[in-house]
């Protein structure tokens, strides 16, 4: 039977952890605008509507946050990447899918991205290394599937072609930016999909 204070505790906890996402997004878009070093913690309070110092009911410090949007956007797509092999299709298909789930990803989180380029030198360096440790064994998700789509290159070819790959979708804080400066509606981020699904799928795949 559940009680009132058990009820009132998973309320409060489910508000907390709303808040924390909610710091985590407003963390990545004022990082993204204005640099790690170049927000405060009464910006981000203020960003999410509590005070600065409130920001350390949530998080250690505003590096903890760095570390929290860049080790999550990494794992994130790490378990993507893994729910896509697990799928078990043809080789040309899930490479097809690995590219989507990647491109959903970059346009989502084009924030994330202009941080992650700019800052991870910010990192204290367990995380720093953690963010590396995902991304290289999301690197090898890649080159594994890829091995399958051109049998007989060599693994440095296949781990040359995933990273510059990964470079024509990360694109997107440039191609977000141009976007808006030239239309803003409903369909902008349908195009961006699908433009950089199909150039990446279409490089990914050249002989």
Same mark, same amino acid.
């Given at each position: 039977?559940?009680?009132?204070?058990?009820?009132?505790?998973?309320?409060?906890?489910?508000?907390?952890?709303?808040?924390?996402?909610?710091?985590?997004?407003?963390?990545?878009?004022?990082?993204?605008?204005?640099?790690?070093?170049?927000?405060?913690?009464?910006?981000?309070?203020?960003?999410?509507?509590?005070?600065?110092?409130?920001?350390?009911?949530?998080?250690?410090?505003?590096?903890?946050?760095?570390?929290?949007?860049?080790?999550?956007? &990494?794992? %994130?797509?790490?378990?993507?990447?893994? =729910?896509?092999? @697990? +799928?078990?299709?043809? $080789? !040309? *298909?899930?490479?097809?899918?690995?590219?989507?789930?990647?491109?959903?990803?970059?346009?989502? &989180?084009? %924030?994330?991205?202009?941080?992650?380029? =700019?800052?991870? @030198? +910010?990192?204290?360096? $367990? !995380? *720093?290394?953690?963010?590396?440790?995902?991304?290289?064994?999301?690197?090898?998700?890649?080159?594994?599937?890829?091995?399958?789509?051109?049998?007989? =290159?060599?693994?440095?070819?296949?781990?040359?072609?995933?990273?510059?790959?990964?470079?024509?979708?990360?694109?997107?804080?440039?191609?977000?930016?141009?976007?808006?400066?030239?239309?803003?509606?409903?369909?902008?981020?349908?195009?961006?999909?699908?433009?950089?699904?199909?150039?990446?799928?279409?490089?990914?795949?050249?002989?």
């Amino acid at each position: 039977m559940t009680t009132h204070s058990s009820t009132t505790r998973t309320m409060r906890e489910r508000a907390k952890a709303q808040r924390a996402d909610a710091l985590l997004e407003a963390a990545a878009r004022l990082f993204a605008q204005h640099g790690f070093d170049g927000v405060s913690l009464e910006d981000l309070g203020t960003a999410v509507g509590i005070t600065g110092p409130a920001v350390y009911r949530h998080f250690d410090s505003k590096r903890a946050l760095l570390s929290a949007i860049l080790i999550r956007a &990494s794992g %994130d797509l790490l378990a993507g990447g893994r =729910r896509v092999v @697990a +799928s078990d299709r043809p $080789p !040309d *298909r899930t490479l097809r899918e690995l590219v989507e789930v990647h491109v959903d990803f970059a346009v989502r &989180s084009a %924030d994330v991205i202009r941080v992650h380029d =700019r800052d991870l @030198a +910010s990192l204290s360096d $367990p !995380d *720093r290394h953690a963010v590396r440790r995902l991304q290289r064994e999301y690197v090898e998700l890649w080159v594994d599937v890829l091995r399958a789509v051109h049998p007989g =290159r060599s693994d440095t070819d296949l781990r040359v072609r995933a990273h510059a790959g990964f470079g024509l979708i990360n694109s997107t804080p440039y191609a977000v930016r141009t976007l808006r400066e030239v239309a803003v509606d409903a369909g902008t981020n349908d195009l961006l999909r699908d433009v950089l699904s199909d150039m990446a799928y279409a490089a990914l795949t050249a002989h």
